[in-house]
């Protein structure tokens, strides 16, 4: 008798201890993700980086917000009077910059250095986002931003999107803003690991801006 409470006693501690492990995520310590690709397999190397949200801000300031993307709001409604620059091309184009604010958290450590910065970039304005040969690498901040953060950190990055209109209406513009590490790109897109697709070589990205347009002038 004693045994068999000394052996029921015992199983209650282990199942105890079990589910204490299990249960228990502590909230000091950041969460790391080797991300999968487009096809749903995992990626060879890990993703560094969550873009976790994207401000719109007012004009030029570094600031002050108007419109805030999160991974369940992808969309923005632009104005002209909130736009960085705004060019009148003819009687009927225009063309106009919003100034962007990527919130960029760490998640894992690089696979290779990037001592010359990251690339921030977007899609091609009409173009497929995952096409290699329409990204356009730090086309507004160069050199791009180190990114010299821990896992679990932070850090704010700067960055625009050009949109065009036609007769007041606007063009299809960006649909994803990402981060590469060059070396990391380069690596994935050469033999034998041949990965086609922008996103599957991105160490983040935000895909789709669904944006529409007023003309508030």
């Known amino acids: ?24 995520v502590n909230p000091g310590e950041p969460e790391q993700s080797n991300c999968l690709r487009v096809n749903g397999t995992p990626r060879l190397y890990p993703c560094e980086f969550e873009i976790t949200q994207i401000d719109f801000m007012k004009v030029s300031s570094n600031t002050d917000v108007y ?43 690089p696979a290779f250095p990037a001592p010359g910065g990251y690339w921030i970039s977007e899609t091609v304005i009409g173009g497929e986002p995952d096409d290699p040969s329409l990204l356009w690498p730090n086309k507004y901040y160069n ?32 649909q994803m803003v990402s981060i590469q590490n060059p070396a990391t790109y380069q690596k994935l897109a050469d033999p034998p690991n041949n990965y086609a697709l922008v996103r599957d070589r991105s160490e983040a990205f935000y895909l789709p801006i669904n944006a529409t347009y007023t003309d508030d002038r």
Not at 74 to 82: G, K, S
């Open 143 to 174: 050199p791009g931003p180190l990114l010299n953060i821990a896992v679990g950190e932070t850090s704010l990055v700067f960055t625009r999107l050009t949109y065009y209109t036609s007769d007041g209406l606007l063009d299809p513009g960006p």
């Open 1 to 24: 008798m004693t045994l068999r409470k000394t052996l029921a006693g015992l199983s209650m501690l282990i199942m105890a201890v079990a589910f204490s492990c299990t249960d228990h």
């Open 67 to 109: 419109a805030t993307l999160t991974p369940a709001n992808h969309d923005v409604h632009l104005l002209t009077t909130m736009a960085f620059s705004y060019v009148r091309n003819s009687t009927t184009t225009a063309t106009l910059q919003y100034k962007i604010r990527l919130h960029v958290k760490r998640i894992a450590p």
